[in-house]
């Protein structure tokens, strides 16, 4: 079974299809991975998810370690079968928890700022404090592995430092060859054949450390690459910097997943760069919060389900958007049933905007293989 094959190249840009290949189907590249961090696509029942178009979804070690637990998960047969998801996963494993679960003062070491869950970070790994029981845990290199095996992912990333925004060169360079010596524990470490693993590019927002660090990845024996620490404070100039110095770094036979970047804003520049797949939590987070996307002429935005002024609104989210939401109910409707906190209004909402943006990947596929990107 050959994992990625990449099916178009476009005669303008980086841009390519791809198809990466699993032992729980395909996907077809450029891809969205919307994130189901504890084993669900929050409000969204798996019965819907293939209806959605959802081909991938991203599950995150640190936080089904934490609970249920392996042993739970293990017992029931893996995550697939104990969550009813009967599609592609990718994995986390861990190293975005460093930053999000980290103290983020510049110039403080996390481990000594009060109240963080990361207790200490050195070259065994990372000694997090649970956020249920207040246990200690030790991530390393070893255990990530070994829980992305036992939780069975199709694809599963290598433990990363991801690194806080405000680091300074002398912190970023040392944790990013630390994540370096990291890799090469979890390359080492794998031993399960029908996973495929990602190495992950750190370097801050330094030029030089970011493309050392993509030549030392491109060269380890993996299945894929990922772009690491971005997405984490930094400007939307720094980003796109971030991804622009490494796409010639890139290896052309590996597939690239931009780890935590989804905006749409965002998404043709990169699928550009030549990267294949993003995650992201926004379509269901704003979801909760009543936002939905729409298309207004060639723009995309956000419209707040929640104004007044939509009380006695008859129009769906998206005229043109055929998705369960909008062929069925009004504004007015989704309006109502946020001001009333019924639980429904999650579900409607982030069913359209996960359809929403399966349909943007749809198109944007359709456009490389007619050569407009």
């Not at 993509?214 to 690491?228: H, T």
């Not at 935590?260 to 797949?277: A, H, M, P, Q, W």
């Not at 989704?334 to 349909?359: K, M, P, V």
Request: with cysteine.
């Amino acid at each position: 079974m050959t994992f990625f094959q990449i099916e178009r190249r476009s005669k303008k840009t980086r841009a390519r299809l791809g198809k990466i290949t699993t032992p729980r189907g395909e996907i077809l590249t450029p891809a969205f991975v919307p994130v189901a961090t504890k084993g669900t696509l929050k409000a969204i029942p798996p019965k819907d998810i293939k209806e959605l178009g959802v081909q991938v979804a991203f599950v995150n070690t640190f936080h089904l370690v934490d609970d249920p637990g392996l042993e739970v998960i293990e017992k029931f047969g893996g995550i697939h079968k104990y969550a009813k998801l009967d599609i592609p996963l990718m994995s986390d494993s861990g190293g975005f928890q460093v930053f999000s679960l980290g103290g983020k003062k510049i110039g403080v070491p996390r481990s000594e700022e009060k109240g963080t869950p990361v207790l200490e970070i050195d070259e065994q790994g990372v000694c997090f404090r649970s956020p249920k029981n207040g246990e200690e845990v030790l991530f390393t290199p070893e255990f990530s592995i070994q829980a992305q095996k036992d939780i069975g992912a199709d694809i599963i990333m290598a433990f990363d430092e991801c690194i806080f925004y405000g680091a300074d060169k002398k912190y970023t360079e040392k944790a990013t060859e630390r994540t370096h010596r990291w890799l090469l524990r979890c390359i080492k470490a794998k031993k399960r054949k029908d996973q495929t693993l990602y190495g992950i590019i750190q370097g801050g927002v330094f030029k030089d450390l970011r493309i050392d660090s993509a030549k030392f990845v491109a060269k380890q024996n993996i299945d894929g690459i990922a772009i690491g620490g971005v997405s984490v404070g930094e400007t939307h100039k720094e980003l796109r910097d971030q991804v622009k110095w490494v796409a010639l770094y890139l290896p052309e036979h590996l597939p690239c997943h931009l780890l935590g970047v989804g905006r749409i804003e965002d998404i043709t520049e990169f699928i550009k760069l030549g990267i294949d797949t993003f995650d992201c939590a926004e379509p269901t987070r704003i979801a909760r919060h009543g936002q939905v996307f729409r298309r207004q002429g060639q723009k995309i935005m956000r419209l707040d389900a929640m104004k007044g002024s939509l009380r006695g609104d008859k129009n769906p989210i998206d005229k043109n958007c055929v998705c369960y939401t909008c062929q069925n109910f009004s504004l007015s409707f989704l309006h109502h049933l946020f001001q009333e906190r019924e639980l429904i209004a999650y579900y409607l909402a982030s069913y359209h905007n996960l359809f929403f943006f399966e349909q943007i990947f749809r198109e944007l596929r359709r456009q490389i293989a007619t050569g407009k990107i």
